[in-house]
């Protein structure tokens, strides 16, 4: 092979390369481009996502805190069952003194 042959082929080499390189970039700036139209869709999707975001923190705040007052008007509640037993009971009790004294004083 001489000087001309290999410069012949080198060239050859050099021009297929080249030729590749420029269709993988034509293949990669094809799938990924993304056109202005789409860039607004996807704006839009990322605000109406954070909108969502938003809302539903916003719900589970209101949950918490509704949660949070229910828990305590539950307690009270049961604070005032308990009192309310005790003084039942106690009344019951008193009651019982009572008929044994009318008892014992109509026995007597």
Known sequence: MNGTELIIAT???LFIAFLMG???HWLVHR???VGQGEMNDLD???QQL???EEERDQAIAYYQHREAEMT???NQ???ELRAAMDGLREARQEAEELRAYI???NAG
Do not use: K, L, N, Y
Request: proline share 0%; hydrophobic share 55%; glycine share 0%.
């Open 31 to 33: 799938f990924v481009r």
């Open 72 to 74: 305590t008007q539950t």
């Open 11 to 13: 060239a050859i080499v």
């Open 44 to 46: 839009t999707m990322a």
């Open 50 to 52: 954070h909108e969502a």
């Open 103 to 105: 008892e014992r004083m």
């Open 22 to 24: 420029w269709f993988a």
């Open 77 to 79: 509640t049961e604070a």
